[in-house]
């Protein structure tokens, strides 16, 4: 697996606030990589810095390349939607063609023109002209027609409808998507990019909580359903957080066999977003 | 480079459509006037609407210089609109992309921000000097005919009178060379405002007056001096590139009644001196302060982070 993105204990602090504190990760080659985390948990200044959009301490590799000093050559690599709806309300949708033609080496006007083929945006249009679901679609289909290896989604189908949003991250798996390529993503709709990711990493206060594939979630956590006697039992292997449901007891495990919880209740791997909330909220208590 | 330099001065204009709108407004309005001007003058007086534009009782010369006059006017009313639309462009040129957030596009594209911000310079030195130039030259076209046809009406024969003696290639030349240096004269005017316009959180026109108008005065009355006051206001009032000729010594007034002074030089060109222009410390001095200011536009834009 060659590593496309290597942190070794990157810091970024702003006065006395350290929004991102001490991280060291990678992300290897043609993995979907999730950053979740709360507001304020120092995720987009992590996206920023991956960027080449903020300086920071320590170092931060993407693609070889050190972001901050080498921001133009990286661009050309990438692309990325640092926030939704900040299209330029002047411009029209050739002219934002044309500009992002003449600009960057990776763009396939042939690509974005297909793309906007399925949607009601005309060429023509001006930005001020179009919907708030419009403008993010014009945007994701002009980072979509963008060659890159690295593509970087920030919160990126914020304020769309959910027929949309499935829509995107279909077209995401299917067209964009292949072993060459490399996503990073974060959204607060966790539940909707669960199934598309082989990578999560947890980010809370600065510091990363978790990160782990997809494939090895399932060995290290599980989940118990269980009440009564079998809670008092369940609860002397020390689970990482608990929770009520329904009047009955739901515990989080990390690194404790399944064999181990046997005939204590129903079994089950955690969804990301409970694994986020009980590690966040048990690392607290 | 120089293919990102064409993109982006592009995008300028798309954004920026005042850039040409405003001269043609303007031209528009002064055809009008210069029209309107004639016949008026015309009806009051027989005599004076010829005194215009070519009267048979004047010389060659005469007739060169008041038609000198009378483009050399429509061209300031536009040239002195030109700076006003200069220094609006440069105040929004790096903070209305804060402002609609846009820059957050413009930044995830493979374009450096030295590229960008070099690209709104050249648009302030060059692009709005030029295209404001095609917009006189035009007019100087429009005003010529309308002058053709209302004197052609009256019987004169306007292609001896008019376009036999309308110094165009030396007026457009000339007026040119004066554009484009002029806003090299103000260039660290034109630096500060890039500079204001990168930084500032509100109101970059205030921002960028205020000191303007507050430093001489804390100056003069802290320190007595008038360092800053000649710095600013005398500056833009004395370009050293016309030879020191004042206009009011082209028209005299005495015995004889009002008429042009046969002495002058004829052509706008001639009135030109741009060896004392390129030879002045204080044209060097001001592009000098422009680079610093826009290094410091350059360095906000990159380092400041809007989060």
């Known amino acids: 697996m060659t590593s496309l993105v290597s942190a070794r204990n990157v810091s970024k602090t702003f006065g006395s606030l350290r929004a991102v504190d001490d991280v060291s990760f990678d992300i290897g080659q043609g993995r979907i990589m999730g950053l979740i985390g709360p507001n304020g948990a120092g995720k987009t200044t992590l996206l920023k810095a991956v960027l080449g959009l903020t300086d920071c301490e320590g170092n931060l590799s993407v693609l070889g390349l050190d972001p901050f000093r080498q921001r133009k050559e990286l661009l050309r690599h990438i692309s990325f939607i640092a926030d939704v709806a900040v299209l330029p309300r002047w411009i029209r949708v050739n002219q934002l063609l044309d500009f992002v033609e003449s600009v960057h080496p990776g763009f396939s006007r042939d690509r974005a023109k297909e793309l906007l083929s399925r949607t009601k945006i005309r060429p023509k249009s001006k930005i001020r002209e179009l919907s708030k679901g419009m403008v993010t679609q014009l945007h994701l289909s002009i980072i979509s027609a963008i060659d890159a290896k690295l593509l970087v989604l920030d919160e990126p189908t914020l304020g769309l409808d959910i027929i949309f949003r499935k829509e995107f991250y279909g077209n995401l798996l299917n067209d964009y998507f292949d072993k060459e390529r490399t996503i990073l993503i974060t959204t607060h709709q966790v539940e909707e990019i669960e199934n598309l990711l082989t990578d999560v990493m947890f980010i809370n206060d600065g510091r990363i909580v978790l990160h782990a594939s997809m494939d090895a979630l399932p060995e290290r956590y599980v989940e118990l359903m269980t009440s009564g006697e079998n809670a008092e039992r369940a609860r002397r292997l020390n689970p990482i957080f608990e929770r009520d449901v329904f009047g009955k007891k739901v515990l989080t495990f990390e690194g404790v066999g399944r064999d181990q919880l046997h005939g204590l209740g129903e079994l089950r791997t955690p969804g990301i977003a409970d694994l986020f909330v009980a590690k966040v909220k048990g690392a607290a208590a | ?307």
């Not at chain 2, 995008?11 to 016949?39: K, N």
């Not at chain 2, 048979?56 to 429509?74: C, F």
């Open chain 2, 1 to 307: 480079m120089i293919g990102n330099q064409v993109a982006l001065i592009r995008r300028e204009l798309w954004e920026h459509r005042s850039i040409y709108v405003t001269p043609i407004v303007i031209a528009l309005i002064v055809s009008v006037m210069t029209m309107t001007g004639q016949v008026l003058v015309s009806t009051i007086d027989k005599a004076v609407d010829i005194a215009i534009l070519g009267a048979t009782n004047m010389g060659e010369k005469e007739r060169s210089i008041a038609m000198t006059v009378l483009l050399s006017g429509v061209s300031s009313v536009l040239i002195l609109a030109m700076w006003v639309l200069t220094i609006f462009y440069s105040l929004d040129a790096l903070y209305a992309e804060r402002k609609d957030r846009s820059i957050l596009l413009w930044r995830s594209l493979p374009v450096t921000d030295a590229e960008t911000v070099i690209s709104k310079l050249l648009t302030a030195l060059v692009v709005i000097p030029l295209v404001t130039f095609a917009v006189i030259a035009v007019t100087h076209l429009v005003v010529l005919v309308l002058a053709s046809i209302w004197l052609s009406v009256r019987g004169a024969n306007v292609w001896h009178l008019i376009w036999g003696s309308a110094p165009l290639v030396d007026n457009w030349t000339g007026t040119l060379i004066s554009m484009l240096a002029l806003p090299l004269w103000l260039s660290p005017f034109i630096g500060w405002f890039l500079f204001v316009s990168a930084f500032t959180k509100r109101s970059p026109l205030l921002v960028a007056f205020l000191p303007i108008v507050i430093l001489p005065m804390l100056e003069k009355s802290l320190v007595g001096t008038t360092l800053f006051f000649e710095a600013f206001f005398l500056r833009s009032g004395t370009i050293p590139l016309f030879g020191g000729l004042s206009t009011g010594e082209i028209l005299r007034y005495d015995t004889h009644g009002l008429r042009i002074d046969g002495e002058v030089p004829s052509g706008l060109l001639s009135l030109l001196d741009l060896s004392g222009f390129f030879g002045s410390p204080s044209l060097w001095l001001g592009l000098v302060v422009c680079g610093l200011f826009v290094t410091a536009a350059i360095y906000v834009r990159r380092y400041r982070d809007d989060s």
